[in-house]
């Protein structure tokens, strides 16, 4: 007898699109928290917030993944996760629940996503009503590729 694999997952939304990351990954999931703009940073860091004394940097998931901004006067939410350089914010549409998914619903990225979708999504879980798209949160975080998108002076 074999007994599949499980991850948890904690889950968000951005942009309608039904995203997750590891649930050991993640260290609270909070609402809106107001932000200190931070001068001359990446248009991805929405600014920096204070979590209870701690100092954390807001990334603007909808900016990182090239989706359309926020209606107005829509607040995001914070996902604050553990990265290898200290803690930083996700910030999404609407946080959702804990989810357990099996191994074997799991499909690898196509090789036909295109663009920023392809270096930051590993994969997707089928689940019973929608896809689960897991997100690498070092890929999503890579300085890197958050400063490439900054200004065109540098575009090839």
């Known amino acids: 007898m074999t007994i599949a694999a499980t991850k948890q997952f904690c889950t968000f939304f951005v942009g309608g699109h039904y ?7 993640v260290q609270e999931a909070i609402r809106y ?4 703009s931070v001068p001359l ?3 991805v860091v929405s600014g920096l917030i204070n979590l209870r004394g701690q ?11 090239e989706l359309p901004p926020r209606s107005d006067g829509a607040k ?17 549409d609407e946080i959702d629940d804990v989810v357990e998914t099996d191994e074997v619903t799991f499909e690898p990225a196509p090789a036909t996503l ?11 879980y089928k689940l019973k009503n ?12 890579s300085i890197e590729a958050i400063t490439s998108g900054d200004g065109d002076d540098n575009a090839s």
């Open 19 to 25: 995203f997750g990351v590891p649930v050991l990954d």
């Open 33 to 36: 928290q107001e932000m200190t």
């Open 41 to 43: 940073s990446s248009s």
């Open 55 to 65: 100092i954390v940097v807001a990334f603007d998931l909808r900016r990182r993944l």
């Open 76 to 92: 995001p939410m914070n996902v604050v996760v553990r990265h290898l350089d200290g803690v930083v914010s996700l910030l999404v």
């Open 114 to 124: 295109k663009g920023v979708a392809r270096e930051v999504i590993l994969g997707a």
């Open 130 to 141: 929608r896809l689960l798209l897991v997100l690498d949160i070092e890929k999503v975080l």
